[in-house]
């Protein structure tokens, strides 16, 4: 078996074709549909305590289908983590999601927009001390208030994580790292170079080290790759007795710390042993959807590409590579329906379950689909 990749002149002629739908429905459809966004705050006590003032108190959006208040039945539920802009994107995303579903190319579904930032830029959705526990909100906090306040199917089967860029990134390691909690995963053009900079030579992780300021203190006022740099070495190596708070893989003179090397490898989903380690985890997944954008200036296709290529020789074969066209900030709401499509459509053809109310929900939906 291999790896599915659907071809850039199939997602072209769709991807124009939503884009032009997509178009029309803000002039025109829009305000008649019956899908809803509702807004909510959520006091995070996994968040309070960290050390940047990153803000206990987290908005999110909720995506309710058409249909959502008349209907009693249950339905899936996709988790968007963001890039690391950090912004919401119920309202940009809501107008595909309609189409989609009237189309009938996904199941009703519901969908949770989380916002991430701090200080102007992101957040990577990884626990630290210093940075908040970012892992246990979303799967001990978040999701419990979801299955709680709403018709979720409260199972992995039905539960899929997203993310784009870095937030890409996290929805790929998260995953692996909490496995039974998702079903799914769909990633637009992930940053995986998040790893790549810092295990594979010396020059980035040196060159990025003697960039960084001498303490903590200059966290908010450095720039983006050192802060993304950051947030993973408190998640990865944490050190609370080093005025940055964490170990980095390489001293100032260039030279890898082999232990420290060696925390940093188990989170590169890309390296042979951590794939090797991991590869049952990932093979587990009903579902695994990512965009590779057509353009090489300013995006990670190659990582993307190499990263897929490896898994596919260790015999992960539930990835769907979407060759879609544009760079990395093009086309979010066409590519958030693209990977839509494919996870749902693997989520909802899995009736088979060890707990048969899941399958039975599964079966309501398809029947209704």
């Not at 899908?35 to 705050?41: D, M, N, P």
């Not at 930032?117 to 909100?137: C, D, K, R």
């Amino acid at each position: 078996m291999t790896i599915l990749h659907i071809s850039r002149r199939t997602w072209i002629s769709r991807f124009v074709l939503l884009a032009f739908t997509l178009s029309l429905s803000g002039w025109f459809g829009s305000a008649a549909r019956g899908s809803e966004i509702v807004t909510h705050t959520l006091e995070s006590p996994s968040i309070a305590g960290n050390m940047v003032g990153i803000a206990s108190q987290r908005m999110f959006q909720v995506y309710l289908p058409d249909g959502y208040a008349e209907s009693s039945r249950r339905y899936p539920v996709l988790y968007s983590i963001p890039d690391w802009s950090g912004g919401t994107r119920g309202y940009t995303h809501k107008n595909g999601l309609d189409i989609a579903i009237e189309e009938g190319r996904i199941p009703s579904t519901i969908a949770v927009f989380i916002h991430a930032q701090h200080a102007g830029s992101g957040i990577a959705f990884l626990s630290s001390p210093v940075f908040g526990n970012w892992e246990t909100f979303l799967i001990s906090e978040l999701a419990p208030f979801l299955d709680r306040e709403y018709r979720t199917i409260p199972d992995p089967r039905a539960r899929a994580l997203m993310g784009r860029g870095v937030g890409g990134y996290s929805a790929f390691i998260l995953p692996v790292l909490h496995p039974g909690v998702w079903g799914a995963i769909g990633v637009n053009d992930p940053s995986l170079w998040c790893m790549w900079l810092y295990t594979r030579g010396t020059s980035n992780a040196l060159s990025d080290l003697r960039n960084m300021p001498d303490n903590f203190d200059g966290y908010n006022s450095t720039d983006t790759r050192a802060q993304i740099m950051w947030q993973i070495g408190a998640r990865v190596s944490p050190n609370p007795d080093t005025p940055l708070f964490y170990d980095h893989p390489v001293d100032l003179n260039g030279n890898w710390i082999p232990e420290v090397r060696e925390k940093w490898d188990a989170y590169d989903l890309s390296n042979p042993d951590t794939l090797t380690e991991y590869s049952e985890t990932l093979k587990d997944l009903l579902s695994i959807a990512i965009v590779v954008p057509e353009s090489t200036s300013g995006t990670n296709r190659s990582d993307n590409i190499s990263t897929i290529s490896q898994w596919e020789a260790t015999g992960i074969n539930n990835v769907v590579r979407l060759d879609m066209p544009g760079g990395h900030s093009d086309g979010k709401p066409e590519r958030f329906i693209a990977m839509a499509e494919v996870i749902l459509n693997a989520m909802i053809g899995a009736e088979v379950s060890p707990r048969g109310k899941v399958a039975a929900l599964w079966g309501e939906i398809k029947q209704n689909w």
